[in-house]
Nanobody
Framework: QVRLAESGGGLVQPGGSLSLTCVASGTIYAINVMGWYRQAPGKQRELVATASSGGTLTYADSVKGRFTVSRDNDANTVYLRMNRIEPEDTALYYC??????????????????WGRGTQVTVSS
């Protein structure tokens, strides 16, 4: 299977910057889409930004112009650069990856996995 490990969360002041990293490991055949979701207390999980293997990037309207998602396909790694952070950005940020994993004689099988999350807290 595929495991995801997030890092980079922490306490940041409004207007500040923070960078998150997610590394995928395991019997990976291909990762089609890799990106970030977040969930604040009492709210549903929402998409933040994603990056496809072909370079297509998507962003939530709330983070456009402030956050940047990037990806290193060879390293199975996705990054999230967070600039001009706002209090509303406080949430547990989850890494997500969708793709194919190696499954022996039957060829690749699909996966859609989540990391454990990294906490981002915005406070002055």
């Amino acid at each position: 299977q595929v495991r995801l490990a997030e890092s980079g969360g922490g306490l940041v002041q409004p207007g500040g910057s923070l960078s998150l990293t997610c590394v995928a490991s395991g019997t990976i055949y291909a990762i089609n889409v890799m990106g970030w979701y977040r969930q604040a207390p009492g709210k549903q999980r929402e998409l933040v930004a994603t990056a496809s293997s072909g370079g297509t990037l998507t962003y939530a309207d709330s983070v456009k112009g402030r956050f940047t998602v990037s990806r290193d396909n060879d390293a199975n790694t996705v990054y999230l650069r967070m600039n001009r952070i706002e209090p509303e950005d406080t949430a547990l940020y989850y890494c997500n990856a969708e793709g194919l994993f190696k499954a022996g004689n039957f060829g690749p099988l699909s996966f859609n996995n989540w990391g454990r999350g990294t906490q981002v807290t915005v406070s002055s």
